[in-house]
T-cell receptor
Framework: GAVVSQHPSRVICKSGTSVKIECRSLDFQATTMFWYRQFPKQSLMLMATSNEGSKATYEQGVEKDKFLINHASLTLSTLTVTSAHPEDSSFYIC????????????FGPGTRLTVL | AQKVTQAQTEISVVEKEDVTLDCVYETRDTTYYLFWYKQPPSGELVFLIRRNSFDEQNEISGRYSWNFQKSTSSFNFTITASQVVDSAVYFCALSGQGGSEKLVFGKGTKLTVNP
């Protein structure tokens, strides 16, 4: 089956630093990748839709200047949390959809970010 | 706007009991997809099923079964003879046409199966 990886799986950083999270589709090409955020004991909320070669589409209330998304290739999307603060601590999950209509999304294992 | 409601926040059962997790959705799309995911404590989402809006046939996979009823906009999930390993948070989700669009998740139901 299709595999999506995320790196790192867990990161702890100091307040004010920037953190980059990578999402890779390992055995398929994905024109679209999605970034979700999940706070403790809550549901997954879509942050942005990332399309290869174009600017990401952000959901309402998500700061595009704080959460930088780059989808430079058909197998890699990155999310950079800039100037992270404790309230950004969360579980970040990406998903990727293979090229072609009607395909399902495949989720990465998630990245747990803790900002001290 | 799309919306998914999982009214049951937490359910606790004893092993071998059957349990049904409810999911009610709202959408204006005529073509849409419904999903169920399992999220164990590790956090990784485990895909369980995808169903498109034109396929109302119920599905059974081992101890899992799903009941899709468009008339009531529901897509309920039943685990038969529950096991401790079934303990997890279960999410119902909805996407628009194509199935590869963004997912709208319900708030999840935490299932605890006690030995």
């Amino acid at each position: 089956g299709a595999v999506v990886s995320q790196h790192p799986s867990r990161v702890i950083c100091k307040s004010g630093t920037s953190v980059k999270i990578e999402c890779r589709s390992l055995d398929f090409q994905a024109t679209t990748m999605f970034w979700y955020r999940q706070f403790p004991k809550q549901s997954l909320m879509l942050m942005a839709t990332s399309n290869e070669g174009s600017k990401a589409t952000y959901e309402q209330g998500v700061e595009k200047d704080k959460f930088l998304i780059n989808h430079a290739s058909l197998t890699l999307s990155t999310l950079t949390v800039t100037s992270a603060h404790p309230e950004d601590s969360s579980f970040y999950i990406c998903s990727a959809s293979p090229v072609g209509p009607g395909n399902e999304q495949f989720f990465g294992p998630g990245t747990r970010l803790t900002v001290l | 706007a799309q919306k998914v409601t999982q009214a049951q926040t937490e359910i606790s059962v004893v092993e071998k009991e059957d349990v049904t997790l409810d999911c009610v959705y709202e959408t204006r799309d005529t073509t849409y997809y419904l999903f169920w995911y399992k999220q164990p404590p590790s956090g990784e989402l485990v895909f369980l099923i995808r169903r498109n809006s034109f396929d109302e046939q119920n599905e059974i996979s081992g101890r899992y079964s799903w009941n899709f009823q468009k008339s009531t906009s529901s897509f309920n999930f039943t685990i038969t003879a529950s096991q401790v390993v079934d303990s997890a948070v279960y999410f119902c989700a909805l996407s628009g046409q194509g199935g590869s669009e963004k997912l709208v998740f319900g708030k999840g139901t935490k299932l605890t199966v006690n030995p």
